[in-house]
């Protein structure tokens, strides 16, 4: 029957790893599989076999990494893509002690970022002129503004400014559907992703996503881009491993700080919106100098706070000084009509459903992982929504599944 050591069989075993992979708990991943599979295990013998199996995607990974740093290593993949874009961004997680000595109960609890890598080709094409240079619809209906603002800031170091803004937001009115536009000729397609995952530092994080990218060929595509929020360390990683990418600042981050600052300058609801238009406007068609002069101007003209006081970070002075500082930093990166005309994509709304993939598995108010556990549960989520049968291949291949063929003694001898 190639029973496991778990005394379940290899399809089952399957079921058990995905679900494990798939619900947002073992003890969600046990009762589904007693409903859909009648399949009767307990949420502690689900943990312990995602673990194991997660383990050894870490050790796979981590094997990746140490043979990317050979200068003989080849890809697997042969064929070079037209596009190789790599996208990366964290999310949250709280963890805690993993020290027995301490008792049950959580210990030492903290919020910890676990940093994620999108490995997408992309088909494309170049245009001998911006194929939309106007602002697109999505960033001027206030609703959906709203909403992606919320979601965005929400997350990372703005968080208490959007709390802040979200508070005075003007009554929203419901739009009437969009009418339907025609199949643009931009932005790019994806075409197949993969991704990587950690709790480590982005010193190590850095090698396994150059890794991933190496066994899929991206160092040979024809074009490549690498997005980011803007984040110091994102720019670092990239100077490092990937010169050759084009380096593009995720727009919708752009976007969240524009919207936020025009918000912090004050008025009626009617100029802020009109305020912030016009400069998501100005920096969608690559005009970020202007924005910068008059946000410069603006915060001349306010009333700096004493000096030695903390500033809340709502405070409208504090909030056009991060946004200056935001885009003065990340200027060279946001040459978005360049961009399209290129052929390259400028937002990262799929990372941003990717990270909230992860979150669902791993974030939670009663979540506290060890870190040890958060990284093989990180591994195996990771696996999971690979689209190239990662985790499948896997389960087949590991050498002590029961998916190998086996073969009588005789047999090995006669080969």
């Known amino acids: 029957m190639r029973l496991d050591s778990h005394n379940f069989s290899p399809a089952i075993l399957g079921k058990i790893v995905r679900a494990a992979a798939r619900g947002s708990s073992f003890d969600d991943a046990a009762e589904s599989l007693a409903d859909q599979a009648e399949i009767a295990i307990s949420d502690r013998q689900v943990g312990r076999i995602a673990h194991e199996v997660g383990a050894q995607l870490r050790h796979a990974r981590d094997r990746q990494v140490a043979e990317f740093q050979d200068p003989q290593a080849q890809p697997a993949a042969l064929i070079a893509p037209r596009l190789a874009v790599v996208v990366v961004d964290g999310g949250r997680l709280q963890t805690r002690s993993e020290q027995p000595s301490q008792g049950p109960g959580v210990h030492d609890p903290a919020w910890r970022e676990d940093k994620v890598a999108n490995l997408l080709t992309m088909s494309t094409q170049s245009h001998d002129q911006d194929p939309h240079p106007e602002l697109p619809r999505c960033f001027t209906q206030r609703r959906a503004v709203v909403e992606l603002v919320q979601g965005i800031a929400g997350q990372g170091a703005l968080a208490d400014v959007a709390e802040a803004a979200a508070d005075e937001l003007p009554a929203l009115t419901v739009f009437a559907p969009a009418e339907e536009e025609p199949e643009p000729r931009w932005p790019p397609k994806p075409l197949v992703r993969t991704c990587e995952a950690t709790l480590r530092s982005s010193e190590e994080f850095g090698p396994i996503v150059a890794a991933e990218a190496q066994r899929r060929n991206f160092f040979t595509a024809q074009a490549g881009a690498l997005l980011g929020d803007g984040g110091a360390w994102i720019w670092t990683l990239h100077r490092t491993f990937f010169p050759t990418f084009e380096p593009v600042v995720d727009f919708v981050h752009v976007l969240t700080y524009i919207y936020i600052a025009a918000k912090a300058v004050g008025g009626p609801a009617a100029a802020v919106w009109e305020r912030y238009l016009g400069w998501a406007t100005a920096c969608w068609q690559g005009r970020v100098a202007t924005v910068l002069e008059q946000l410069r101007a603006l915060l001349e003209a306010m009333t700096p706070p004493p000096e030695g006081e903390e500033t809340k ?103």
């Open 313 to 415: 970070p709502t405070d409208p002075y504090e909030v056009l000084r991060q946004t200056i500082g935001y885009l003065a930093n990340n200027q060279p990166r946001m040459d978005y009509p360049r961009y399209r005309r290129a052929g390259l994509p400028t937002c990262s709304g799929s990372m941003e459903s990717l990270i909230k993939q992860f979150n669902r598995r791993v974030k939670g108010t009663e979540k506290f992982w060890n870190p040890t556990h958060a990284e093989t549960i990180l591994q195996l989520r990771a696996a999971y929504l690979c689209e190239d049968e990662r985790l499948t291949k896997h389960l087949k291949d590991r050498s002590i599944s029961p998916f190998r063929r086996y073969e009588t003694t005789k047999r090995r001898k006669a080969g």
